[in-house]
C-alpha cells in the first residue's frame, strides 16, 4: 500500500491521534476495573457518564469554535486534557476526577468534530473512504498497541506507573498537530449545531450513529467486566485490543473499496454485525461464544468507524460540515451515555436485550433514507440548513 490518495495533513492527523489514543485509550479501557479494584466501582462509571454527558452538551458549541478558530487550532488547545484526565485518576481525589470528566468531555467534543472537520477538508471528494480509512487504520494501531500494552505492563509496574508513562506518550502527540497546515473554508460555515438539528433529513440520518455507538458504550462499560468474569482480567487486553486491530487491518481497505462501490452496502453490513454481535455476547457464558461475538462487534468497530467519517462528507458542504459533524458527535456522546447509564441499572442479559431493541428502532427512520442516493440526501441536509 502506497497510500497515494492520502494528503500529507491527513497523515500528520492521523500520526498525532495514533499517539493521542495510544496513551489514552490504553488508560481509558481500564478504568471500571482500576475503580473496582481499589473499592470504588460505581467511580469509574460516573466519571465515564459525565464525560460522555459533558462530550454532548459540548458538541452544541464546538462548530461555533472550530470555524472562528480553525479546527487545528483546535485541537492543539484541548489535547492536553486527556493527559490531565488520566493523571487526575490517581490523585485519590473522586471530585477533582468528576471536575476533570466533564472538562475531558468538552474537549473531547472539540477535539473529534475538529478531527472530522479536519479531516474532511484536508481529503479530496473522491477519495474521502480511502483517507478515513487511512486515519482510522493509525488510530486503531496506537489504541490497539496501547491496549495490549498497558495489560502486559499493568502486573508488573502498577497504576501509577503505568497511567504515567502513557501520559508522556499521550504529550508527544503535540509534534504531530504542529505539524498540520491551517486549513479552513473559503465559504462561511453555518454555526452553531442547532442548524443541522433543524433539518428533519440530517436528524434521522444521524440515528446511524445512534446505533453503533450505543455498542462502544458497552465496550467501555460492561463488556470489561464480562470478560474478566467469564474468562480473566489478563484476556481484557487482548480481547478488548481486537477492537482496534480489525480496524488497522480493514480499515484502509474498507474505506478506499466504499468510494468505489459506495457506502450503502457498507451501512446494511453494519447494522448486521451489531445485532449478531450482541446476541453473541449476550449468550457468552462460555469463553469461545463471547470470544466470537467480540471478535464479530469488533469487524463492525472496523468498518464502522471508517464508513462514519467518510459519511459526514459525503452529506455535507462547505457550510455545514462543521454543525453536521458536531450533531453526529453529540448523537454519539449520547448514545454512548445511555449505555454506559443503562449498565449501572441493568444486569446481564436484559442490558443487552435492550441495547438489540435500540439498534433495530433507531435503523427504522434510517431505513428509507439509505435508498437514496447519497447526493439526494446532501441537497436536502443543505436545503433544509438554509431554510433554518
Same mark, same amino acid.
Given at each position: 500500500?502506497q497510500?497515494?490518495?492520502v494528503?500529507?495533513?491527513?497523515?500528520?492527523l492521523?500520526?498525532?491521534f %495514533?499517539?493521542?489514543?495510544?496513551?489514552?485509550?490504553?488508560?481509558?479501557?481500564?478504568?471500571t476495573? @482500576?475503580?473496582?479494584?481499589?473499592g470504588?466501582?460505581?467511580v469509574?462509571?460516573?466519571?465515564?457518564?459525565?464525560?460522555y454527558?459533558?462530550?454532548?452538551?459540548?458538541?452544541?458549541?464546538s462548530?461555533v469554535?472550530i470555524?472562528?478558530?480553525g479546527?487545528?487550532?483546535?485541537?492543539?488547545? /484541548?489535547?492536553?486534557?486527556?493527559?490531565l484526565?488520566?493523571?487526575?485518576?490517581?490523585? #485519590?481525589?473522586?471530585?477533582l476526577?468528576y471536575?476533570?470528566?466533564?472538562i475531558?468531555?468538552?474537549?473531547?467534543? %472539540?477535539?473529534?468534530?475538529?478531527q472530522?472537520? @479536519?479531516?474532511?477538508?484536508?481529503?479530496?471528494?473522491?477519495?474521502?473512504?480511502e483517507?478515513?480509512?487511512?486515519? #482510522?487504520?493509525?488510530?486503531?494501531i496506537?489504541?490497539?498497541?496501547?491496549i495490549?500494552?498497558?495489560?502486559?505492563?499493568?502486573?508488573?509496574?502498577?497504576?501509577?506507573?503505568?497511567?504515567?508513562?502513557?501520559?508522556?506518550?499521550?504529550v508527544?502527540s503535540?509534534?504531530?498537530?504542529?505539524?498540520?497546515?491551517?486549513?479552513?473554508?473559503?465559504?462561511?460555515p453555518?454555526?452553531?449545531t442547532?442548524?443541522?438539528?433543524?433539518?428533519?433529513?440530517?436528524?434521522r440520518?444521524?440515528?446511524?450513529?445512534?446505533?453503533?455507538?450505543?455498542?462502544?458504550?458497552?465496550v467501555? #462499560?460492561? =463488556?470489561p467486566?464480562?470478560?474478566?468474569?467469564?474468562i480473566?482480567?489478563s484476556?481484557?487486553?487482548?480481547?478488548?485490543a481486537?477492537? @482496534?486491530?480489525m480496524?488497522?487491518?480493514?480499515?484502509?481497505?474498507? #474505506?478506499?473499496?466504499?468510494?468505489?462501490?459506495?457506502?450503502?452496502?457498507?451501512?446494511?453490513?453494519?447494522?448486521i454485525?451489531?445485532?449478531?454481535?450482541l446476541?453473541?455476547?449476550?449468550?457468552?457464558?462460555?469463553?469461545?461464544?463471547?470470544?466470537?461475538?467480540v /471478535?464479530?462487534?469488533?469487524?463492525?468497530?472496523g468498518i464502522?468507524?471508517t464508513?462514519?467519517?467518510?459519511? =459526514?462528507g459525503d452529506?455535507?458542504?462547505?457550510?455545514?460540515t462543521?454543525?453536521?459533524?458536531?450533531?453526529?458527535?453529540?448523537?454519539q456522546a449520547?448514545?454512548?451515555?445511555?449505555?454506559?447509564?443503562l449498565?449501572?441499572?441493568?444486569?446481564?442479559?436484559?442490558? @443487552?436485550i435492550?441495547?438489540?431493541?435500540? =439498534?433495530?428502532?433507531?435503523?427504522?427512520?434510517?431505513?428509507?433514507?439509505l435508498?437514496?442516493?447519497?447526493? =439526494?440526501?446532501?441537497?436536502?441536509?443543505?436545503?433544509?440548513t438554509?431554510?433554518?
Amino acid at each position: 500500500m502506497q497510500f497515494k490518495n492520502v494528503s500529507r495533513d491527513v497523515r500528520w492527523l492521523s500520526l498525532g491521534f %495514533l499517539l493521542l489514543f495510544f496513551g489514552f485509550n490504553g488508560v481509558q479501557q481500564y478504568i471500571t476495573i @482500576y475503580f473496582k479494584n481499589i473499592g470504588h466501582s460505581q467511580v469509574g462509571f460516573v466519571s465515564l457518564i459525565l464525560v460522555y454527558a459533558a462530550f454532548m452538551g459540548a458538541n452544541i458549541l464546538s462548530p461555533v469554535i472550530i470555524s472562528h478558530i480553525g479546527a487545528r487550532k483546535t485541537i492543539l488547545a /484541548v489535547y492536553g486534557v486527556y493527559a490531565l484526565y488520566c493523571l487526575a485518576l490517581l490523585s #485519590g481525589s473522586i471530585i477533582l476526577i468528576y471536575i476533570l470528566s466533564l472538562i475531558l468531555g468538552c474537549a473531547a467534543a %472539540l477535539l473529534w468534530t475538529g478531527q472530522n472537520s @479536519y479531516l474532511i477538508r484536508a481529503s479530496a471528494k473522491t477519495v474521502y473512504g480511502e483517507n478515513a480509512g487511512f486515519f #482510522g487504520t493509525l488510530f486503531a494501531i496506537g489504541s490497539a498497541f496501547g491496549i495490549l500494552l498497558m495489560g502486559f505492563i499493568l502486573p508488573k509496574l502498577g497504576y501509577n506507573m503505568a497511567f504515567i508513562l502513557f501520559v508522556a506518550v499521550i504529550v508527544t502527540s503535540l509534534i504531530c498537530f504542529l505539524k498540520m497546515s491551517d486549513i479552513r473554508s473559503d465559504q462561511q460555515p453555518k454555526g452553531l449545531t442547532w442548524e443541522a438539528f433543524r433539518s428533519s433529513t440530517a436528524i434521522r440520518f444521524s440515528m446511524l450513529w445512534l446505533a453503533f455507538n450505543f455498542i462502544q458504550g458497552l465496550v467501555l #462499560g460492561t =463488556v470489561p467486566l464480562k470478560i474478566q468474569s467469564v474468562i480473566s482480567i489478563s484476556a481484557v487486553g487482548p480481547l478488548i485490543a481486537i477492537f @482496534y486491530i480489525m480496524p488497522m487491518l480493514f480499515s484502509y481497505l474498507t #474505506g478506499k473499496k466504499s468510494d468505489m462501490t459506495g457506502r450503502r452496502i457498507w451501512i446494511y453490513l453494519m447494522l448486521i454485525l451489531s445485532v449478531i454481535g450482541l446476541f453473541l455476547i449476550m449468550f457468552g457464558t462460555k469463553p469461545l461464544i463471547l470470544i466470537i461475538g467480540v /471478535v464479530v462487534l469488533a469487524c463492525n468497530f472496523g468498518i464502522s468507524r471508517t464508513i462514519a467519517f467518510a459519511l =459526514v462528507g459525503d452529506v455535507t458542504d462547505e457550510k455545514n460540515t462543521e454543525a453536521f459533524s458536531a450533531l453526529v458527535w453529540a448523537i454519539q456522546a449520547g448514545s454512548t451515555l445511555l449505555a454506559l447509564v443503562l449498565s449501572t441499572l441493568l444486569r446481564d442479559n436484559n442490558l @443487552y436485550i435492550v441495547g438489540i431493541i435500540i =439498534v433495530v428502532i433507531t435503523i427504522l427512520p434510517v431505513l428509507p433514507l439509505l435508498r437514496l442516493p447519497l447526493e =439526494v440526501i446532501r441537497n436536502r441536509i443543505t436545503k433544509e440548513t438554509i431554510k433554518s
